[in-house]
C-alpha cells in the first residue's frame, strides 16, 4: 500500500493539478446564476445562528425588513455556531457559493481577509451608502475594535453581548450579606466568595459554591469562551493581549499574572475542582451564588420558579472597572451579486430604532449608544434589571487588542495557561510564561507588514 | 437443573441492560420536565410537573418532520445501494481469482484507515465540481460505496461452503447467479447486519452532512439537534425532546425487525 | 485441461470487473481522490481559505515528531485502545453469547443494548456529564455505597480518560454484540449436537466449539475496533473535549483541531498519514500473527 502510493504519488500530482485547475474554471461557472428570486425581487442569503430561542425574534426582524424594502427578500439560513459555522464558510467561500452575509466571529475574521472573501467597509459604505462618522461614534468602541483587521472596517456589530455578576440574592441574604451591594473590589470578590461556599455535611465537598471560576479544558469547544471571559480580568488589572505593533504578547505581563492568580485562589479556596462544570445547573438549583454570565442566560433565569437572582456589574480590579464585551459581526461576502441590497440590510440593522427592538425581542444588546434616547426601550430597561445592568456595563465594556496573526493559537496557550494554573500544574507566572514563548514564537513566524 | 444459574443469568442481564439504556430512559425523562426540574441537584428521575411544552417548542423551532424525511430517506438510500455495491465487489474479493485481486483487497481495507476529517475537504470539492451541494445526491452518492461493508460481506461469504456453489454451477447457474440465487439468501444476517450500521452511520452523521448542505429543506435530523445549542448555552428540555424523537422510532424498528438483522431465515441452509 | 483452466480464468477475471466496477467508480471518486489530495497537502502549507499552498517538503511530518504534543496524543490513544478493546469485546460476546440462548425478553434485552448506538452523542454526553458529576452524580453515588471516596471523573487526568473509556464502550459494544450475534447464529447446529453427543459440557462446546468457529468473526471485530479506536472522535469532542490539560486529546481530536481550528491543513493532512501509517501496521500484525488461528467452517 505504502509503495502503491509513492509510486502512483507523482502522476497523480500531475493529474490533480489539472483536475484542480478544472474544478476551479468550472465552479466559476457554476454559481453565477445563483441568485434571482421570485417576481424580479433580490433575493440576499444571510447566514446566522441564532438558535431555538431567539428564531422568533429573528422572524419578526426580518419581516419587518422585507416590508420596508419590497424589492428585497431575505433568506435567513440557520448554521450551527462555533466550529460550524467556520467549516461552512471555508467550503463555501472555496466553491464559490458563500452567502450574500454572514455572521462572523472576529477570532476568523483574519482567514477572511487572507482569502480575499469579503468586502471592506469602505468598499461598499460609497456614496448615499456611506457609514456616517456620527453612526460610527455612536457604536461602542469595543465593538468596533473587534470589527477590524489591521485598523480596517471589515465588518459590522449586529449586536453586542458582555459578561456581568450573576448573583443568587437568596444564597447572599443565608451567608449574612447585603445583596444590594454585590462585591466591588477583587479582594471582596475573594471574600464573599468564601463566605457563600457551604459544605454541609463536611465530607470535604462543597455542596455550595460561592463563585464559579469558568475552567473548562483549553483543548474543547468552551475554551475560547473561557480565555474570553478571563479577558475582563485581564483588563480590570491594566493588561492586553498583545502589544500595538503586534510583535509579541502581553498577557503574561503583572495584570496577567494578577487576574490569574485570583482566578486560581478563589479556585482553589473555594475547591473547585470538585465541582460541577455545569454552572447553569447549579446556579438554577441553588448550589452557585456567583457566577460569570451574560445577557443570553436572561430569559432561562426568568423560567425558574422560587429563584431570587440579578446582575451586578463585575468588581473592579486593582487597574480599573472594566467587563469583556464582544459579540456577532455581519460581513459582506465578495461572491455576493447583490452587495448593494445586501449592504442596505447590514446597515439597516444598525438603525437605533431597529436596534431596540432587536434587543427588545432577542435579549441581546444593543450595538450603539443612541438607542438609549428612544423612550421605549429606556421603559424597558426600567422593567428589566438585569437587561438594563449589562446595558449599563457596556460603558465599560473592553474589547481584546486584536490578534492580527495567529490569534486562535495564541488564544488556545492562554486556555492551555489558564488550566495548567488552576488546576495546580504550574504557578501562574510560569504557566503565563511557558504560553507567552509559545504565542511569541508563533507571532515570529508572522509575515511582517506596515502598519498604516 | 440449571434453575439457579438461570435465574441469576437473567438478573444479570436484566440489571445490565438497564443500566445499559438509563442513559437513553434519562433523556426521555428530561424531554418531559421543564426547566426547573432539568436544573436542578441532586438530579430528579420523575419530572414534578410533567410537559409536552418541549416537544412543542422543538418543533416549532425546526420542521422536524422535513429533517426526519430527509435522514430517513438519505439512510434508506445509502443501505440499500451499500448492499448491491459491497455485495457484489465482496463476492468478487471472495470467490473470484483475478490478477492483482489480494493487493486490491488491501488497498480497499487501507481506505478505511484513513480518517474521514482529511478527505472531507476534497471530498466537498468533487461534490461541488459535479455541481450536486445541497441536493440528495451529495448526501448519498458519496456513501454508496464501503470498504467497512465489502470486508464485512467478504469474511460471512468466506464462510460458506464451497460444495453449494459447485453444485449449482454444474446446474449451469451463472456467477451473478451464484451471488443471487445461493450466497445472498444465505447470507441475510450479514446483509442485515450491514443494514443496520449503514443505516446507524448515516442516520447519525452530522459533519459531513453540515458541510455538504445549506438549505433548511436539505437538512437532516441531526444538523437540526444543533439548533438547541449555540456558543454559550444549551436548551436542555428541547435538545433531549427532539433526541428521544429522534431516537425512538429507529429503536422500535430494531425492537420489531431485529430477527431479521440478525436471525437469517434461511440460515437452515448452513445447517447440512 | 490447462486451456479450460486459462479460459475460466480470463472469464473470471471480466466478472471481477463488473462486480467490482460500482465500488471502484464510488471509490476513485471520493475516497482515492481526496487521499491522494491529502497526501499532496501533507508536503505543503495550506490555511483553506486561500488558494496558494506552498510546497514545504517533509516539514510537517519533521514537526509532528519534533511536537512533544503529538508524542502524548500517541500515548493517550494508545491508552483508549487498550482500555476499551478488551472491555468492548468481552461485554459484546458475553451478551452475544447469553442471547443467543433461551432467555427471555431476547427482543428486548438487544433493544436495550443497542439503544447507545442510535442515541445522539451531544444528548448523551449531557446525560454523562450528569452521570459524572463530583458532587452529586450518579457514579460517585453508586461507588459511595461501596465505600469507595468520590471521584473527579472530568477534572482529573487519570480518572477523565477512564471516563471515557467507560462512555466509549456504553456508546459502541452494541455494534460488536450484533456482529457477534449474527456470528454465533452462523455457526451450524450440527457441531453443538456432535460435541453433545460426545459428551462435552458446557465450558468444552464454548472453547472447542464457538470461539473456533467464531474466529472469523472475533478477527473481524477486533480489526474493525483497532481501525476504529484510533480513530476515536465524537465522544471525546462531545464529553471532554481533550481534557483535562489534554489527558483526553487523541490522534483524530489533534488532528481535527489542526485542520479545523487552526486551519494549519498540511499539518493535519500529515498527521492523517502519520495515523494511517500506525492503523495499518497494527493491522498488518493482526493479520500476520492472528489470521492463521482464524478457522473458516
Redesign the interface.
Known amino acids: 500500500m505504502g509503495y502503491c502510493s509513492l509510486f502512483l504519488h507523482k502522476r497523480l500530482c500531475k493529474m490533480k493539478t489539472k483536475l484542480l485547475t478544472l474544478l476551479i474554471f468550472l465552479s466559476l461557472f457554476g454559481c453565477s446564476g445563483k441568485k434571482g428570486g421570485e417576481e424580479g425581487r433580490v433575493t440576499i442569503t444571510f447566514w446566522h445562528s441564532c438558535v431555538s430561542s431567539t428564531v422568533p425574534a429573528l422572524n419578526e426582524l426580518i419581516a419587518r425588513f422585507e416590508q420596508e424594502h419590497p424589492g428585497v427578500q431575505i433568506k435567513a439560513q440557520y448554521v450551527p455556531t462555533g466550529d460550524a459555522l467556520i467549516h461552512k464558510l471555508i467550503t463555501a467561500v472555496q466553491s464559490r457559493s458563500a452567502p450574500d452575509v454572514s455572521w462572523i466571529h472576529a477570532d476568523f475574521l483574519q482567514n477572511l481577509v487572507e482569502a480575499d472573501a469579503i468586502y471592506r467597509i469602505d468598499e461598499v459604505a460609497v456614496g448615499p451608502d456611506s457609514l456616517p462618522r456620527s453612526v460610527l461614534n455612536d457604536i461602542y468602541p469595543a465593538l468596533l475594535e473587534q470589527a477590524k483587521w489591521r485598523g480596517t472596517l471589515y465588518s459590522i456589530p449586529m449586536e453586542a453581548t458582555e459578561i456581568g455578576l450573576l448573583c443568587n440574592r437568596e444564597l447572599f441574604r443565608n451567608a449574612g450579606l447585603d445583596p444590594d451591594r454585590p462585591p466591588q473590589t477583587w479582594d471582596e470578590l475573594r471574600s464573599y466568595a468564601r463566605k457563600l461556599t457551604v459544605d454541609r455535611d463536611g465530607d470535604g465537598k462543597n455542596e455550595q459554591a460561592g463563585f464559579f471560576v469558568p475552567v473548562f479544558p483549553a483543548s474543547g469547544q468552551y475554551s475560547g469562551w473561557m480565555v474570553w471571559q478571563w479577558y475582563a480580568f485581564l483588563f480590570q488589572a491594566g493588561g492586553d493581549a498583545i502589544t500595538v505593533d503586534q510583535t509579541r504578547v502581553l498577557y503574561n505581563g503583572d495584570a496577567g499574572v494578577q487576574a490569574l492568580t485570583l482566578w486560581k485562589n478563589i479556585y482553589e479556596d473555594l475547591g473547585l475542582r470538585s465541582f460541577t462544570i455545569d454552572y447553569e445547573v447549579a446556579f438554577a438549583s441553588k448550589h452557585l451564588a456567583m457566577a460569570l454570565d451574560g445577557p443570553w442566560n436572561i430569559p432561562r433565569w426568568e423560567q425558574i420558579r422560587g429563584l431570587d437572582w440579578m446582575v451586578a456589574p463585575l468588581p473592579a480590579g486593582p487597574a480599573k472597572r472594566a467587563t469583556v464585551a464582544g459579540g456577532e459581526y455581519l460581513a459582506l461576502f465578495r461572491q455576493s451579486t447583490h452587495p448593494k441590497e445586501a449592504w442596505t440590510f447590514m446597515t439597516w440593522m444598525l438603525r437605533p430604532d431597529i436596534q431596540a427592538m432587536w434587543s427588545m425581542k432577542s435579549g441581546y444588546l444593543p450595538v450603539r449608544r443612541g438607542v438609549l434616547a428612544i423612550p421605549d426601550y429606556v421603559a424597558f430597561l426600567d422593567a428589566h434589571q438585569p437587561l438594563k445592568s449589562y446595558v449599563e456595563q457596556l460603558e465599560v465594556g473592553q474589547a481584546p487588542r486584536p490578534i492580527d496573526y495567529g490569534g486562535l493559537k495564541i488564544t488556545s496557550h492562554i486556555a492551555e495557561a489558564i488550566e495548567q494554573a488552576t488546576l495546580g500544574r504550574s504557578d501562574p507566572k510560569a504557566a503565563l510564561d511557558g504560553a507567552a514563548a509559545k504565542s511569541n514564537q508563533v507571532l515570529s513566524t508572522a509575515p511582517r507588514v506596515e502598519l498604516p | 437443573m440449571h434453575i439457579a444459574s438461570n435465574v441469576f443469568l437473567h438478573v444479570l442481564l436484566y440489571v445490565m441492560a438497564l443500566v445499559t439504556v438509563a442513559p437513553f430512559l434519562w433523556t426521555v425523562m428530561t424531554s418531559f420536565k421543564d426547566l426547573g426540574d432539568i436544573l436542578t441537584y441532586p438530579p430528579r428521575w420523575w419530572p414534578s410537573r410533567p410537559t409536552v411544552e418541549n416537544f412543542v417548542n422543538a418543533f416549532q423551532a425546526a420542521p422536524f418532520g422535513r429533517y426526519y424525511f430527509n435522514s430517513l430517506f438519505v439512510a434508506v438510500a445509502v443501505t440499500l445501494g451499500q448492499i448491491v455495491t459491497c455485495s457484489l465487489a465482496a463476492y468478487a474479493f471472495a470467490r473470484l481469482r483475478f490478477r492483482g485481486r489480494d493487493v486490491l483487497f488491501y488497498l480497499f481495507l487501507g481506505t478505511m484507515m484513513i480518517p474521514g476529517q482529511v478527505t472531507m475537504i476534497p471530498g466537498f470539492l468533487v461534490l461541488h465540481w459535479l455541481g450536486w451541494i445541497d441536493t440528495y445526491a451529495a448526501l448519498i452518492v458519496p456513501g454508496l460505496a464501503s470498504a467497512f461493508g465489502t470486508f464485512l460481506l467478504r469474511q460471512f461469504f468466506l464462510t460458506i461452503p464451497r460444495e453449494l456453489e459447485d453444485a449449482a454451477s454444474i446446474d449451469g447457474c451463472s456467477r451473478f447467479g451464484i451471488l443471487w440465487r445461493i450466497i445472498l439468501p444465505l447470507s441475510r444476517p450479514a446483509l442485515a447486519t450491514l443494514a443496520i450500521f449503514t443505516f446507524m452511520g448515516v442516520f447519525n452523521d452530522f459533519l459531513w452532512a453540515l458541510i455538504v448542505v445549506s438549505s433548511d429543506e436539505m437538512r437532516t435530523v441531526q444538523l437540526g439537534l444543533a439548533i438547541f445549542r449555540d456558543r454559550y448555552q444549551t436548551d436542555w428540555g428541547q435538545l433531549m425532546a427532539a433526541s428521544t424523537v429522534a431516537t425512538l422510532p429507529i429503536l422500535t424498528v430494531f425492537f420489531f425487525a431485529q430477527r431479521y438483522f440478525i436471525q437469517g431465515i434461511t440460515l437452515s441452509g448452513l445447517k447440512d | 485441461m490447462t486451456a479450460r483452466t486459462t479460459a475460466g ?1 480470463r472469464g ?2 471480466i ?3 463488473l ?2 466496477s ?6 476513485s ?12 497537502l501533507s508536503f505543503h502549507t495550506w ?5 496558494e499552498s506552498t510546497f514545504v517538503g517533509l516539514d510537517n511530518y519533521t514537526r509532528i515528531f519534533r511536537s512533544p504534543e503529538f508524542w502524548d496524543v500517541l500515548k493517550n490513544t494508545a491508552a483508549y485502545t487498550l482500555g476499551t478493546i478488551p472491555l468492548n469485546m468481552l461485554a459484546a460476546l458475553g ?1 452475544a453469547y ?2 443467543n440462548k433461551r ?3 431476547k ?18 454526553a ?6 459524572y ?4 452524580g ?1 457514579l460517585n ?1 453508586c461507588l459511595s455505597w461501596v465505600g469507595i471516596p ?1 471521584v ?1 471523573w ?3 487526568p487519570t480518572a477523565a480518560m477512564f471516563a471515557l473509556i467507560m462512555m466509549g464502550v ?1 456508546k459502541t459494544f452494541g ?1 460488536n454484540m ?2 457477534f ?2 456470528g454465533l ?2 455457526i ?3 457441531y453443538y449436537e456432535a460435541a453433545e453427543i460426545d459428551g462435552a459440557g458446557r465450558w468444552h462446546r464454548f472453547w472447542h466449539i464457538t470461539l473456533p468457529l467464531l474466529s ?2 472475533t ?2 471485530i477486533l480489526v ?1 475496533s483497532v ?1 476504529g479506536s484510533f ?1 476515536v ?1 465524537d465522544t471525546v ?1 462531545v464529553l ?7 489527558s483526553t ?1 487523541v ?3 489533534y ?3 489542526n ?5 494549519d ?1 498540511g499539518y ?2 500529515a498527521v ?1 498519514y502519520v ?3 500506525i ?2 501496521a497494527l ?1 498488518l500484525l493482526q493479520v500476520k500473527y492472528l489470521k492463521a488461528r482464524v478457522h ?2
Open positions: 480464468r473470471e477475471g466478472s471481477a470487473l462486480f467490482l460500482p465500488t471502484l467508480l464510488v471509490f471518486v471520493f475516497v482515492a481522490f481526496p487521499v491522494f489530495f491529502s497526501l499532496y490555511n483553506m481559505f486561500g488558494s451478551v447469553v442471547l432467555i427471555a425478553g427482543k428486548l434485552l438487544r433493544t436495550a443494548f443497542f439503544a447507545p448506538v442510535i442515541m445522539s452523542s451531544v444528548a448523551a449531557v446525560i454523562w456529564r450528569w452521570v458529576e463530583p458532587n452529586f450518579l453515588y468520590a473527579n472530568l477534572n482529573d456504553w455494534v450484533v456482529l450475534s449474527a447464529q452462523g451450524p447446529d450440527h472469523p468473526t478477527f473481524f474493525m481501525i480513530q472522535f469532542y471532554t473535549s481533550g481534557g483535562p490539560l489534554g486529546k490522534m483524530v481530536f488532528l481535527y483541531e485542520a479545523f481550528k487552526f486551519f491543513m493535519a493532512s492523517a495515523l494511517f501509517a492503523i495499518f493491522t473458516y467452517a
